[in-house]
């Protein structure tokens, strides 16, 4: 305690040494029985833990974790996850925001790599698919760009490149994420696959996706259909898009270069043909980056722009401005910002109770004032970090 | 250089210093007054640090200030020898996982190893928690999860007593059996574990194997164990030469 005291005194401590509890040791984590997180409240809730169903945390909640949190919720056999201000904040946006033809509403989560984006958008996806939202949601988008081997031309976009293996990843993902509301949504149009085959108007969106599977050169087309589907507003509930690490949408370099395409060089073609290939020449990622648009209604988008997706020239920047560019900014212009912040005193102090309770910090030094004090100040509050640190205690 | 402390030495006892303490002047004294290392030879030799006491846990810590300590106060001229280089003042800090890092560090990267360290002692958790549940409720309170008592008991475990050293004696090499120092020992121990975790031909992480092999040798398993007992097997095959030992 001395030492932490001494600390605080001279101004190099955070004032996260002031969550260390006054009565000595950990306390008992703080957990809420609500486990639905539409019924989360800014009021009551804030700070708490809360068990997510098994139900939420299979379709949707599991997907924007980070393999080391569902890996540790596996080993100590039990999920908590934490009610934070940003995930509240744009539930109570988004309540009211269903219907009356209003344009899609953009929200850029910001913040440090580790303070907890995606499963702010977890919380908020969960909260919409509760209540009967259709949910579009984008995790590797950034991996996509870096690791992508197989690139055919497109043939539904012209002067592009499909990515076929992800996009049928994509599809069972969103058909697994949204099997209850899926069988009742029919397309409008009529598709056409090529000069031959082509899938009528009126036949279910499980059908587009069947084909699509089955046939994986047509899946980033079939991502495209259903895209436009939402766009045209045939889809009679609202649509929630999360796209995680936004800010790869508009990279100017990838890890793929020119010569990875499938194809023989034409006559007499000039370089760049050994040049990147960039965000906007791929089909998958600009099909999602019109869902991004505000030019359709019943809708909202939730972004996050996180460093982890940011090019060689951008690690350090956290700021949505910076890592979006001029370009990625003048396109979300406008939208509403909403800065997901370090653990606050009380945060901190509930996630180390939890962290000892549940048993995954084993020293005993982790027990006392000086251990957590220690603990708060080596993570600085970053969500993630805490939990690498824990790892160690 | 010795002549002048001797001479410092000398003038101190004879004058009180500007701090004004009969006390501080006296132990100071004495310091500087010890026997000095008298170099025969024109080549420098390293000078002995001498019998100096560890650092512990009653002597000021060198990263608070030491205002509060009073003038007269034996700590301030007592001798001891300064803490290591990663010897960190921390409520975690454990003297043989730091020594432990220390013997995986290649090009002085220590830093990078720090993040290894972190994920290996998560996964050594990971490991025997996944055992802990599938345990039988008799054995669960058997099985160790704090992943610093794990590497702990696995250097124990690891340690040889006996090493065997060669001695070239009358156009023969011997393989003697020699005791060793603790600290040897334990470095022996470190170097089975690290040579045990090394996994050729295949794309594993270190922290992975590492945490592996170290739950085994805390359970008197696996290769560096067995590296040990080998060890120990051809001391004891050799011993009759134990009596050429030379130190």
């Keep these: 305690r001395s030492i932490a005291n001494w600390l605080l005194r001279r101004r190099q401590l955070s004032p996260f040494g002031a969550c260390v509890n006054r009565r000595g040791g950990a306390s008992a984590a703080l957990l809420t029985d609500e486990s639905a997180p539409e019924r989360h409240s800014l009021d009551r809730h ?22 080391e949190l569902v890996r540790l919720f596996d080993t100590l056999g039990q999920r908590a996850l934490m009610v934070r201000r940003p995930a509240l904040e744009i539930g109570e946006r988004l309540a009211g925001h269903a219907g009356d033809g209003r344009p899609c509403l953009r929200f850029v989560l910001y913040g440090r790599r580790g303070s907890g984006k995606s499963l702010q958008m977890g919380h908020v996806a969960a909260a919409c698919r509760r209540r009967g939202w259709l949910l579009v949601t984008v995790h ?25 293996g992800y996009g049928c990843i994509w599809l069972r993902h969103f058909y697994a994420m949204n099997q209850e509301i899926l069988p009742g949504l029919r397309v409008t149009k009529e598709l056409s696959w090529n000069a031959k085959e082509s899938t009528p108007a009126g036949s279910s969106w499980k059908e587009v996706i069947d084909y699509a599977l089955a046939r994986p050169r047509y899946s980033c087309a079939a991502v495209q259909f259903l895209i436009d589907e939402i766009k045209l507003g045939s889809v009679p509930m609202p649509t929630l898009v999360c796209f995680e690490v936004a800010n790869c949408l508009w990279w100017h370099r990838s890890g793929i270069k020119n010569d990875a395409i499938r194809r023989t060089p034409l006559q007499g073609e000039e ?3 050994r040049a990147d290939i960039t965000a906007k020449q791929l089909t998958l990622l600009d099909a999602f980056k019109q869902l991004l648009d505000s030019d359709w209604n019943n809708g909202a988008a939730v972004m996050s722009v996180s460093p982890q997706g940011a090019l060689f020239d951008r690690l350090r920047e956290w700021m949505p401005r910076k890592l979006l560019g001029d370009e990625g900014f003048a396109y979300l212009d406008p939208f509403v910002p909403v800065y997901v912040e370090p653990y606050g005193p009380a945060e901190m102090s509930n996630m180390l109770n939890w962290y000892t309770e549940s048993g995954w910090l084993t020293s005993e030094a982790a027990a006392t004032d000086a251990g957590r004090a220690e603990l708060a100040f080596l993570s600085d509050g970053n969500a993630g970090e805490l939990l690498r640190i824990a790892g160690e205690w | 250089m010795s002549q002048l402390l001797l001479g410092y030495a000398s003038r101190l006892l004879g004058c009180q210093s500007r701090s004004g303490s009969a006390a501080t002047t006296a132990a100071a004294a004495a310091i500087l007054s010890q026997q000095p290392v008298r170099h025969k030879s024109p080549l420098q ?12 846990k009653t002597d000021p810590d060198p990263h ?9 106060d034996e700590r301030r001229t007592k001798a001891v020898r300064p803490p290591g280089k990663y010897q960190i003042f921390s409520v975690h800090y454990d003297p043989i996982v730091n020594s432990f890092a220390g013997h995986f560090v290649k090009c002085g990267e220590r830093d990078k190893l720090r993040d290894v360290f972190t994920q290996m002692m998560a996964e050594i958790k990971h490991i025997q928690m996944a055992r802990r549940n599938a345990a039988p409720p008799e054995e669960k309170a058997s099985i160790e999860v704090d992943p610093t008592r794990v590497i702990h008991k696995a250097v124990e475990n690891c340690s040889p007593l006996l090493i065997i050293k060669h001695v070239f004696r009358g156009g023969f090499l011997y393989k003697v059996p020699c005791p060793l ?67």
């Design chain 1, 271 to 273: 370089p760049p043909w």
């Design chain 2, 181 to 247: 120092r603790e600290s040897e020992s334990q470095m022996r121990a470190f170097k089975f574990l690290r040579i045990a975790s090394n996994v050729r031909g295949t794309k594993e992480h270190l922290y992975r194997s590492l945490a592996r092999e170290l739950v085994n040798a805390s359970n008197n398993e696996g290769k560096a164990v067995h590296a040990k007992l080998q060890l120990h097997k051809t001391c004891e095959e050799n011993r009759a030469y134990a009596n050429y030992r030379i130190t």
């Design chain 2, 45 to 56: 030799k390293v000078r002995k640090r001498g019998p100096f006491p560890e650092w512990t």
């Design chain 1, 46 to 67: 804030v700070g708490l833990l809360y068990r997510p169903e098994e139900a939420d945390w299979q379709a949707v909640t599991r997907h924007f974790c980070r393999p």
């Design chain 2, 64 to 72: 608070l200030f030491t205002r509060h300590i009073p003038k007269t």
């Design chain 1, 140 to 164: 590797n988008a950034h991996l996509w760009m870096r690791h992508s081997r197989e690139l055919h031309e497109s043939a539904h976009r012209p002067g592009m490149f499909d990515t076929a």
